[in-house]
Nanobody
């Protein structure tokens, strides 16, 4: 059973930083590809970042490349999203997601398991 809980969202000024965390209470965390997505009001869910089982491969959406970093600690069953140089357009609800398929990449439908989301608001 995969149960994902995000934390770390909040209000930050443009140019600031936040670190999101997503913890899985299950026992098979290390077997999952983990992803971060975001959704702003009135917009589709957008791929942010993805990390493979061992953390050896990471991928990022074009909008966040060079500013965000995804990482994971399998011993703590937690995946992180370090967000630097935040912009107002980064404002959204951020979701973590998990998939047991190594091929899962940037499509929301590729991830069967989702957290409840955490709000990130960046003020100008």
């Amino acid at each position: 059973q995969v149960q994902l809980v995000e934390s770390g969202g909040g209000l930050v000024q443009a140019g600031g930083s936040l670190r999101l965390s997503c913890t899985d209470s299950g026992r098979t965390f290390s077997r999952y590809v983990m992803g971060w997505f975001r959704q702003a009001p009135g917009k589709e869910r957008e791929f942010v970042a993805r990390i493979t089982w061992s953390g050896g491969i990471t991928n990022y959406g074009d909008a966040v490349k060079g500013r965000f970093t995804i990482s994971r600690d399998n011993a703590k069953t937690t995946v992180y999203l370090q967000m630097n140089s935040l912009k107002p357009e980064d404002t959204a609800v951020y979701f973590c997601a998990a998939s047991s398929y190594v091929s899962s990449w940037n499509g929301p439908s590729e991830y069967p398991y989702w957290g409840q989301g955490t709000q990130v608001t960046v003020s100008s």
